[in-house]
């Protein structure tokens, strides 16, 4: 059973708007982590942010912040003010801390910046 | 702070071949992950080392083996290369915190193997 899902495969955003990437997740494990990474054309996979299950205020980091609805399994990326270096693959992932440091990965959503 | 290294960041082998990977965590990260990225199969977990131990392993052949040093410096090890083993290769380092919990994960910028 996929345990993140990804419904976006492509989204467009003009420069300087907002954006939201959408993320659910399935686990019967109490604890565990979420995660968003950035993979630019270059490959690298860039860190962030991340968001621990007991967590009770949604994390932010700089631009990003991430909308936990714990209840509905969901764990959005929210980008503010889009910037053209933005344009990238966005995976969410999640980690059981059962299964110390696993990741599972959702299939991604390419992200297009629009100037 | 140095991020991951991983070296080499680009190889090409031929099918039969063996290779050899390799990746150093950020100082101080205990754990090391290896995935493998293809466009077909997305990003697959293949296995974990902490404190020189595989403490979880993915779905994938026997052929896939990996190790960790002392130092928390990992490799990981492809022998009887197939075609379909070409793919990203990146390693992830995380502090190992207390109880099991792994914290923040980090990645180097990958091996791009190629095998023709």
């Known amino acids: 059973a996929q345990k993140i899902t990804q419904t976006q495969p492509g989204m467009f955003v003009q420069e300087k708007e907002a954006v939201t990437l959408d993320c659910t997740y399935d686990?019967?494990?109490?604890?565990?982590?979420l995660f968003w990474y950035k993979q630019p054309s270059s490959g690298e996979m860039i860190f962030l942010i991340y968001?621990?299950?007991?967590?009770?205020q949604n994390a932010t980091e700089g631009r990003y912040s991430l909308n936990f609805q714990k209840a509905r399994k969901s764990a959005n990326l929210v980008i503010s003010a889009s910037q053209l270096g933005d344009s990238a693959m966005y995976f969410c992932a999640m980690r059981e801390d059962t299964l110390g440091g696993k990741l599972i990965f959702g299939q991604g959503t390419e992200l297009s910046v629009k100037p | 702070k140095a991020g991951v290294t991983q070296t080499p960041r680009y190889l090409i082998k031929t099918r039969g071949q063996q290779v050899t990977l390799s990746c150093s965590p950020i100082s101080g990260h205990r754990s090391v992950s290896w995935y493998q990225q293809t466009p077909g199969q997305g990003l697959q977990f293949l296995f974990e080392?902490?404190?020189?131990?595989?403490?979880n392993k993915g779905n994938f052949p026997g052929r896939f083996s990996g190790r960790q040093f002392s130092n928390s410096r990992s490799e990981m090890n492809v022998s009887t290369l197939e075609l379909g083993d070409s793919a990203l290769y990146l390693c992830?380092?995380?502090?190992?915190?207390?109880?099991?919990?792994?914290?923040?994960?980090?990645f180097g910028p990958g091996t791009r193997l190629t095998v023709l």
């Open positions: 080392y902490f404190s020189e131990t595989q403490r």
């Open positions: 992830a380092s995380s502090l190992a915190l207390a109880g099991g919990l792994s914290g923040e994960q980090f």
């Open positions: 686990t019967s494990d109490q604890s565990y982590g």
């Open positions: 968001q621990g299950s007991y967590d009770e």
